[in-house]
C-alpha cells in the first residue's frame, strides 16, 4: 500500500503591534502614521452644521465690514478660495484692512512664552461679525440714557459699576428662629436606630443528598 507521508505543520502569530509600526513591509494603506496636512483633522471642525448645508444665504454676502471692527472666524468648508489655516477657526480679530473680497484681520497668536500679532486676508464667506463688544455697547447706550434722565431731573449719578458687597451685620433673635447643628450624629445613636428595627434572619437549610 502506500505510505503516508509525515506532513509538517507551520503556525505563524502575527501581534497586532506589528502591523501599525513604520516598517518598510506593511503597505502605505495600512500604516497609521499622523498626516500633518493643511486641511488634517478638520472632518468635524469644517463640516456644516446639520440641516445646514447648501448655498449659504445671500444675507452673509451683504454684511458691511468697517476698519476697527471685530470678526470671528468660522471657516465654510464648502468654499475653498480664501480659506484659514485651521489653526484660526473660532480666533476673534480685528479687521484692519478692506479688499474687493476679502477682509484683512488681525489676530493673536501664542507661540511659546510669545503673542504675536498675525496679519492674515481671510474672505468674507468664513468671516462672522463678532459680538463680543455688545454687552460693552449695551452698557455704554444704558449709561448715556441715564446720564440724560439725571440731567433733566438735575441729580448726580455714578454709571461706574460696582462689585457685589458682602452680606450686612445684622442681629439673630434665638427666641424667633431656632438652633439646627449641622455636626454628625454619634455612632452610639446610630446603633440605637440600628436596634429598634426589626430584622428577621433565616436560619440557613441544610441539604441532604
Known amino acids: 500500500g502506500l505510505e503516508s507521508a509525515p ?10 503591534r506589528r502591523r501599525h ?9 495600512r500604516r497609521c502614521v499622523q498626516e500633518t496636512g493643511v486641511r488634517a483633522r478638520t472632518r468635524s471642525l469644517f463640516a456644516k452644521p446639520f440641516r ?7 444675507s452673509r454676502m451683504l454684511v458691511n465690514y468697517h476698519i476697527g471692527d471685530y470678526a470671528d472666524i468660522i471657516v465654510d468648508g464648502s468654499k475653498h478660495l480664501g480659506m484659514p489655516h485651521k489653526f484660526y477657526y473660532g480666533k476673534t480679530g480685528r479687521i ?12 493673536n497668536k501664542r507661540v511659546r512664552n510669545k503673542v504675536l500679532p498675525k496679519r492674515l486676508h481671510v474672505r468674507i464667506e468664513h468671516l462672522q461679525k463678532s459680538k463680543c463688544r455688545q454687552e460693552f455697547l449695551n452698557r455704554i ?9 439725571a440731567k433733566k431731573e438735575g441729580k448726580k449719578i455714578t454709571t461706574k459699576r460696582k ?17 439646627e447643628f449641622i455636626n454628625p450624629k454619634p455612632y452610639q445613636y446610630l446603633y440605637q436606630v440600628q436596634t429598634q428595627q426589626h430584622f428577621t434572619y433565616q436560619t440557613p437549610v441544610s441539604y441532604t443528598h
Not at 507551520?10 to 497586532?16: A, C, D, I, R
Not at 509600526?21 to 494603506?29: H, K, L
Not at 478692506?98 to 484681520?105: F, L, T, Y
Request: contains cysteine; proline residues 5%.
Open 7 to 16: 506532513v509538517e505543520e507551520h503556525f505563524f502569530f502575527f501581534s497586532s
Open 52 to 58: 445646514r448645508h447648501g448655498q449659504d444665504p445671500i
Open 21 to 29: 509600526t513604520r516598517c518598510r513591509e506593511v503597505s502605505w494603506a
Open 141 to 149: 447706550h444704558s449709561n448715556d440714557k441715564a446720564k440724560v434722565n
Open 163 to 179: 462689585p457685589v458687597e458682602p452680606i450686612g451685620g445684622h442681629l439673630v433673635e434665638l427666641t424667633k428662629t431656632k438652633v
Open 96 to 107: 484692519f484692512d478692506i479688499s474687493k473680497r476679502a477682509v484683512g484681520i488681525v489676530i
